[in-house]
């Protein structure tokens, strides 16, 4: 379920180059011809039409967005994870989700371009959808995702995954849809993100966004796409209007990188600011909605070698790395493999020993306190105390007792000195 209610994506009227003078015109259609790249004969049959499922007509006129689809997001429907997986269940489906976007949001149909169903049936959302799907070009506006309605091929899912996974056939289909909406738009599998990657919210649920790396393997065989075109990473084009946890990453790598913003998750007028001197000192084009471009997320993410480690703690005195092996980034260190900090378990490689770690820092704390103890006995031996040669000898006996095993029980029968 969404609770954003704004269907208008203002983002595609710019970059449609209409600009805000005429937000007013949303609504009505632009036209597109069929695309050139349709693939003819294209075997879509499979997805339910909206007259197929007897789909209502759209409240208001829709519209063809005029700015290229670049990624999918998938979704699921905080709905109850039934156990009828039949068509009828799909086709019910299908009607509550688009009598609760139409009626309950306010929306002109149904948000997203795709359903899912937990049976495996695949029917099409938003009216267009299809349509649109086999010319391969220019998606419908959608109301799935503030920000990306124009760009972005929405998928809802039957259900609810925070903590449950999909059924296999709902995974089966999801797969299916991909490829296909990968095959007619271009996109590849790493172009597949989750809701959240994009707004604040639980959807599309942890449990199935851990599935994710799977879906996109899958997706990536059934495309034939060779690893060798794989890029190593497919960064959130962020912009201005988003508001989710990825807008704190990148707070975190402007603070890191000396700007006064606040990490809060909202893309605030310090943020563009921050982005745009960023884009502007780097010699990447400077984009009015400070888009984090690809450029952009490479050039602010610090580099790391392989054996990269978490940020070094500033609790984390006893370990230094070897020479050679800091980074020049500032506050950045480079652990090397088989090396523990043993302090400050903060550190992302301590974290995998934290319990060792612990019975380390208890005994050598028992060490230690041992040590001090002894030292002020001898310290008052040598100033001349009355018994001095008794206390230099127990000194001498405690500090050899402490480094041997037992020593951490012994202390605690002696008592603090
Ligand atoms: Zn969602």
Same mark, same amino acid.
């Given at each position: 379920?969404?609770?954003?209610h704004?269907? +208008?994506?203002?983002?595609?009227?710019?970059?449609?180059?209409?600009?805000?003078?005429?937000?007013?015109? +949303?609504?009505?259609?632009?036209?597109? %011809?069929?695309?050139?790249?349709?693939?003819?004969?294209?075997?879509?049959?499979?997805?339910?039409?909206?007259?197929?499922?007897?789909?209502r007509?759209p409240k208001?006129?829709?519209? +063809?967005?005029?700015?290229?689809?670049?990624?999918?997001?998938?979704?699921?429907?905080?709905?109850?994870?039934?156990?009828?997986?039949?068509?009828?269940?799909?086709?019910?489906? &299908?009607h509550d989700c688009q009598d609760l976007h139409m009626d309950g949001n306010g929306w002109s149909d149904t948000g997203?371009?795709?359903?899912?169903?937990?049976?495996?049936?695949?029917?099409?959302?938003?009216?267009?959808?299809?349509?649109?799907?086999?010319?391969?070009?220019?998606?419908?506006?959608?109301?799935?995702?503030?920000?990306?309605?124009?760009?972005?091929?929405?998928?809802?899912?039957?259900?609810?995954?925070?903590?449950?996974?999909?059924?296999?056939?709902?995974?089966?289909?999801?797969?299916?849809?991909?490829?296909?909406?990968?095959?007619?738009?271009?996109?590849?599998?790493?172009?597949?993100?989750?809701?959240?990657?994009?707004?604040?919210?639980?959807?599309?649920?942890?449990?199935?966004?851990?599935?994710? /790396?799977?879906?996109?393997?899958?997706?990536?065989?059934?495309?034939?796409?060779?690893?060798?075109?794989?890029?190593?990473?497919?960064?959130?084009?962020?912009?201005?209007?988003?508001?989710? %946890?990825?807008?704190?990453?990148?707070?975190?790598?402007?603070?890191?990188?000396?700007?006064?913003?606040?990490?809060?998750?909202?893309?605030?007028?310090?943020?563009?600011?921050?982005?745009?001197?960023?884009?502007?000192?780097?010699?990447?084009? +400077?984009?009015?909605?400070?888009?984090?471009?690809? /450029?952009?997320?490479?050039?602010?993410?610090?580099?790391?070698?392989?054996?990269?480690?978490?940020?070094?703690?500033?609790?984390?005195?006893?370990?230094?790395? /070897?020479?050679?092996?800091?980074?020049?980034?500032?506050?950045?260190?480079?652990?090397?493999?088989?090396?523990?900090?043993?302090?400050?378990?903060?550190?992302?490689?301590?974290? &995998?020993?934290?319990?060792?770690?612990?019975?380390?820092?208890?005994?050598?704390?028992?060490?230690?306190?041992?040590?001090?103890?002894?030292?002020?006995?001898?310290?008052?031996?040598?100033?001349?105390?009355?018994?001095?040669?008794?206390?230099?000898?127990?000194?001498?006996?405690?500090?050899?007792?402490?480094?041997?095993?037992?020593?951490?029980?012994?202390?605690?029968?002696?008592? /603090?000195?």
């Amino acid at each position: 379920m969404h609770v954003d209610h704004s269907e +208008v994506d203002r983002r595609t009227l710019l970059r449609a180059g209409l600009g805000a003078a005429t937000v007013a015109v +949303v609504g009505s259609e632009l036209a597109f %011809p069929a695309a050139a790249q349709a693939a003819p004969g294209t075997d879509l049959d499979w997805i339910i039409s909206c007259d197929e499922w007897d789909a209502r007509p759209p409240k208001d006129p829709l519209s +063809v967005s005029a700015i290229p689809t670049n990624k999918i997001i998938v979704h699921h429907m905080a709905f109850p994870n039934v156990t009828d997986y039949s068509r009828e269940q799909a086709v019910k489906l &299908a009607h509550d989700c688009q009598d609760l976007h139409m009626d309950g949001n306010g929306w002109s149909d149904t948000g997203q371009h795709f359903t899912v169903s937990r049976g495996g049936y695949v029917l099409e959302g938003r009216r267009g959808s299809l349509e649109r799907l086999e010319a391969g070009d220019r998606q419908m506006i959608s109301a799935h995702c503030p920000g990306e309605n124009g760009r972005a091929i929405g998928i809802e899912n039957e259900g609810t995954y925070v903590t449950e996974t999909p059924p296999q056939a709902l995974t089966d289909s999801l797969v299916k849809l991909c490829v296909a909406i990968c095959r007619q738009y271009g996109l590849h599998a790493h172009d597949i993100f989750g809701h959240w990657d994009f707004r604040t919210t639980e959807c599309p649920g942890a449990a199935f966004y851990r599935e994710f /790396p799977a879906l996109r393997r899958r997706v990536y065989a059934a495309l034939g796409t060779k690893l060798g075109d794989v890029p190593a990473r497919r960064w959130p084009d962020l912009w201005r209007f988003v508001n989710s %946890p990825s807008v704190r990453v990148v707070q975190h790598l402007l603070t890191f990188r000396g700007y006064a913003v606040t990490v809060s998750g909202t893309f605030d007028a310090a943020t563009v600011a921050a982005v745009q001197d960023w884009q502007a000192r780097n010699g990447i084009p +400077v984009d009015v909605d400070a888009t984090l471009t690809t /450029p952009t997320w490479e050039t602010l993410a610090p580099e790391l070698d392989q054996h990269a480690a978490a940020r070094r703690s500033p609790r984390c005195r006893r370990f230094s790395p /070897p020479r050679g092996t800091r980074s020049p980034s500032p506050g950045r260190t480079t652990t090397p493999p088989g090396r523990r900090c043993r302090t400050c378990r903060r550190c992302t490689a301590c974290r &995998a020993t934290a319990s060792s770690a612990r019975a380390r820092g208890a005994r050598s704390s028992a060490e230690r306190s041992a040590r001090r103890s002894s030292t002020a006995e001898f310290a008052a031996a040598v100033r001349g105390t009355p018994h001095r040669r008794r206390a230099l000898a127990a000194a001498r006996r405690r500090a050899s007792t402490a480094s041997s095993p037992g020593a951490d029980q012994r202390r605690v029968a002696v008592g /603090p000195v």
